[in-house]
């Protein structure tokens, strides 16, 4: 048994993440900023709720000191926390770039920021979320690529700098069914273009994506850092 914080672990991806933990007998505490959709999946699944933006630093670093004295210690860190923005670099305000580095990079960053605070007397695994569109070019993409692209930058440099003691690796989806993509996922035209996109003929589903995630996370795999796991059904290194 380890224990593990989920920061983002309301959202779909996050909370499939807490179930699975949860399911294999983990100790699990979640973090976010939606007090609500905290409470409905730690009354769920028994996972310590804490609230928290993630794109505060210090903040996040309180958090995980908390976590790892309420659960007695802390193994892992997952960051799930996410947007989606698709526009053409000319069409986004500032703000909203603003907007999608700090949910993306920041949190990102924080998550490793805390660890390497937290996690000081022992092994772990950090997992970080990017995303395919940072790793092949489509149109529209150029704020949420960017950000994501940076996430990858940021895990390979800090699993150089943190080995032998703490792993970091990435998962980078194509697109998931859930509740930030319902732009895309409730457009019968948006979906059927998506669905085209990826070789194995659908989009992804958040479990798909956790699997991965508690994979990365798992001690068993002690041997992997540095990596950037594609769980995107091909849409990165395939063309149909």
């Known amino acids: 048994m380890s224990a593990f914080l989920i920061l983002g672990g ?59 004295a309420t659960l007695g210690g802390l193994y892992g860190i997952a960051n799930c926390v996410g947007s989606i ?23 990102a960053f924080a998550a490793v920021r805390a660890a390497g605070k937290v996690m000081r007397d022992g092994t772990g695994s950090i997992v970080l979320v990017s995303t395919g569109a940072a790793r092949l070019g489509l149109p529209n993409h150029e704020a949420i690529a960017a950000a994501k692209a940076g996430v990858i930058g940021l895990a390979r440099s800090a699993a150089a700098t943190y080995a032998p003691r703490l792993r ?26 998506s669905v085209a996109m990826h070789p194995l003929g659908r989009i992804g589903e958040p479990e798909d994506v ?3 995630i508690c994979w990365l996370l798992d001690p068993a795999q002690d041997w992997v850092t540095g990596q950037v796991l594609g769980v995107d059904g091909g849409l990165a290194d395939l063309k149909r």
């Open 10 to 68: 309301s959202g779909g991806i996050g909370s499939a993440v807490v179930r699975q933990l949860v399911a294999a007998d983990h100790q699990v505490a979640i973090a976010g900023r939606n007090a609500a959709t905290l409470e409905t999946v730690g009354d769920e699944t028994g996972a310590r709720v804490f609230e928290v933006d993630a794109t505060d630093v210090l903040a996040v670093e309180r958090v995980a000191t908390q976590a790892k």
């Open 85 to 107: 923005l698709l526009k053409p670099a000319h069409l986004t305000k500032p703000d909203e770039w603003d907007g999608v580095v700090a949910t993306n990079l920041t949190s």
């Open 168 to 193: 970091v690796n990435v998962v980078a989806p194509g697109l998931v069914r859930t509740p930030l993509s319902e732009r895309i996922t409730g457009s019968a035209a948006a979906l059927k273009a």
């Open 210 to 212: 956790a699997r991965a």
